[in-house]
T-cell receptor, first 114, second 112 residues
Framework: SQQGEEDPQALSIQEGENATMNCSYK?????LQWYRQNSGRGLVHLIL?????REKHSGRLRVTLDTSKKSSSLLITASRAADTASYFC??????????????FGTGTLLAVQP | NAGVTQTPKFQVLKTGQSMTLQCAQD?????MSWYRQDPGMGLRLIHY???????DQGEVPNGYNVSRSTTEDFPLRLLSAAPSQTSVYFC???????????FGSGTRLTVV
């Protein structure tokens, strides 16, 4: 089974609104990463948060991490039509050789209506 | 700076045929990984490597082989293609586990 699960599976909002996506994972992590995938294309790395960090910002993106709840959230503020994409969380785990594996969740499909 | 280059972009195979998906990166990254993406399944890790000469299995390694003879190249071999291997395959690379990965544009493989 996959390490991460995103919630919701699909999200539709209006341009200018904020979009929040959540990721839950099962085992202790080394870091958690968020990626974007436009339809039919490769993934693009957005942001990485380490297990000892609680919040990171990058432009209109804000990521939080709660290791006690094994969850993370990605907030996109003031969304634009160009933000329409699938968003994935991915984790490296915190034991042995598993720190070298990047395991993905199932993704959230975000649609931003103009 | 080309990043991660995957070839071919599209491929149709007959059941039982073998082939190699190529992946090359020019960023001197030590970590390289292969994923497959199926509808509704997200990305699943097939094999990964943390440096030349070092490879290990991911979540779904059966039916696939890899080798890493140079830092730049990480080919994925399908030994005997099956319809269940119809998927989009992505190669990715990173400096280490504490950096984000750079992805290639993918190979869309159909096995008939």
């Amino acid at each position: 089974s996959q390490q991460g699960e995103e919630d919701p599976q699909a999200l539709s909002i209006q341009e200018g609104e904020n979009a929040t996506m959540n990721c839950s994972y099962k085992t202790s992590i080394n870091n958690l990463q968020w990626y974007r995938q436009n339809s039919g294309r490769g993934l693009v790395h957005l942001i990485l948060i380490r297990s000892n960090e609680r919040e990171k910002h990058s432009g209109r993106l804000r990521v939080t991490l709660d290791t006690s709840k094994k969850s993370s959230s990605l907030l996109i503020t003031a969304s634009r039509a160009a933000d329409t994409a699938s968003y994935f969380c991915a984790t490296t785990m915190n034991y042995g050789g598993a720190t070298n594996k990047l395991i993905f969740g199932t993704g959230t499909l975000l649609a931003v209506q103009p | 700076n080309a990043g991660v280059t995957q070839t071919p972009k599209f491929q149709v195979l007959k059941t039982g045929q073998s082939m190699t998906l190529q992946c090359a990166q020019d960023m001197n990254h030590e970590y390289m990984s292969w994923y497959r993406q199926d509808p509704g399944m997200g990305l699943r890790l097939i094999h990964y490597s943390v440096g030349a000469g070092i490879t290990d299995q991911g979540e779904v390694p059966n039916g696939y082989n890899v080798s890493r003879s140079t830092t730049e190249d990480f080919p994925l071999r399908l030994l005997s293609a099956a319809p269940s291997q119809t998927s989009v395959y992505f190669c990715a690379s990173s400096r280490t586990a504490n950096y984000g990965y750079t992805f290639g544009s993918g190979t869309r493989l159909t096995v008939v």
